[in-house]
């Protein structure tokens, strides 16, 4: 159910965005979202997806090893390296989700 570095499988690429104000990574939302109006609209909720996925990655980066992102089919996580930890959050979220 979870799943670790995923392969980004969308066309837009923000890293040139994630600048370092107060030394953390963090995109302006507003370009990113002009970028993503720019393409087709059935694929908006997977280039989302990836583009929050590279953002929580460079926040790791920022963070450290002791940090990993997880996710589920319905939700992305910047969490502790507790692989137990972790699971049971992401099951959680998505039993309320249902």
Known sequence: MTAENRVPSSPLNISDLLGDPDGFPYPPWDVVAA???????????????????????AVRARIG????????????LLVWADEEFSGQLLRHAEYCRR
């Open 65 to 76: 090893d002791s940090f990993v992102v997880r996710e589920s089919d319905h939700f992305q």
């Open 35 to 57: 970028r993503v109006q720019i393409l087709p609209p059935d694929g908006h909720s997977a280039v989302w997806a990836d583009i929050t996925r590279q953002w929580l990655g």
